[in-house]
């Protein structure tokens, strides 16, 4: 696995620069952060660098955050990629899904920016053990 590279996957540049913010005690700790804007994007990058930490949004243009995790996780058999899904969508039936495609988290948006950094801290010093 490549240790402590994390991977932002959200269409709203806002939100991309929000999560990177969020972040930047990890980066500065040595961390790599990527981010992409859609979901075939987030997957080819998983692809190539498997990063420890997977932070998806649900609603995607080009593949959902539902179907990148279902890859990564299934397809692919990438169980040691952390992936949280940090959505819009809180409704019961989407956290379902959320767990039916294999997300090790399920977060809503608004988030908690110190629950984000902290459980990213976790899946970081976890992938350096």
């Keep these: 696995m490549a240790e402590r590279v994390i991977l932002v996957a959200d269409d709203e540049p806002y939100i991309r620069l929000l999560i990177e913010q969020t972040l930047e005690d990890l980066v500065d ?6 981010t992409v804007g859609d979901g075939q994007s987030a997957l080819d ?22 179907d990148v995790c279902q890859a990564v996780k299934k397809d692919l058999a990438m ?6 899904l940090l959505t819009a969508k ?14 090790n988290l399920y977060m ?3 988030f908690d920016p110190d ?10 010093t976890a992938a350096d053990a």
């Excluded at 629950?115 to 970081?124: F, G, N, T, W």
């Design 29 to 34: 700790a040595g961390a790599e952060l990527l």
């Design 45 to 66: 990058t998983i692809r190539a660098r498997r990063p420890a930490l997977v932070i998806l949004d649900a609603m995607m243009p080009k593949m959902n955050g539902f």
């Design 79 to 84: 169980e040691d990629v952390f992936v949280i």
């Design 90 to 103: 809180g409704q019961e039936y989407d956290r379902q899904r959320g767990e039916e495609v294999g997300a």
């Design 108 to 110: 809503t948006k608004p």
């Design 115 to 124: 629950e984000l950094l902290a459980r990213a801290r976790d899946v970081v």
